[in-house]
Nanobody, 115 residues
Framework: QVQFVESGGGLVQPGGSLRLSCTTS????????MGWYRQAPGKQREVVAH????????NYADSVKGRFTISRDNAKNTIYLQMNSLKPEDTAVYYC????????WGQGTQVTVTI
């Protein structure tokens, strides 16, 4: 059974930081390019960052470039998203999934950036 379990979200003020984690099971984690996605109220889900199988290559949406850092630990079947300089427009539910097979979504973790 494929599972993605996201954690680390919360309520933070603008300019603050959070570190999200996503632990996976039921897949051969190390062979997949993995991504962090987010969905804000009333908007479509979007990819914010993705990372290659070995972790050496990363890619970011323009809206988060320079503020977010994606990483992975293949020994722990886990990916991370370090989010710095958070803005109110980063408010969303954040999910992780395979980049090319975005199925079996987890519950996500809520990130709220507000004064």
């Amino acid at each position: 059974q494929v599972q993605f379990v996201e954690s680390g979200g919360g309520l933070v003020q603008p300019g603050g930081s959070l570190r999200l984690s996503c632990t996976t099971s039921g897949i051969r984690f190390s062979i997949y390019v993995m991504g962090w996605y987010r969905q804000a109220p009333g908007k479509q889900r979007e990819v914010v960052a993705h990372i290659s199988t070995g972790g050496s290559n990363t890619n970011y949406a323009d809206s988060v470039k320079g503020r977010f850092t994606i990483s992975r630990d293949n020994a722990k079947n886990t990916i991370y998203l370090q989010m710095n300089s958070l803005k109110p427009e980063d408010t969303a539910v954040y999910y992780c999934n395979r980049l090319n097979i975005p199925q079996d979504w987890g519950q996500g973790t809520q990130v709220t950036v507000t004064i």
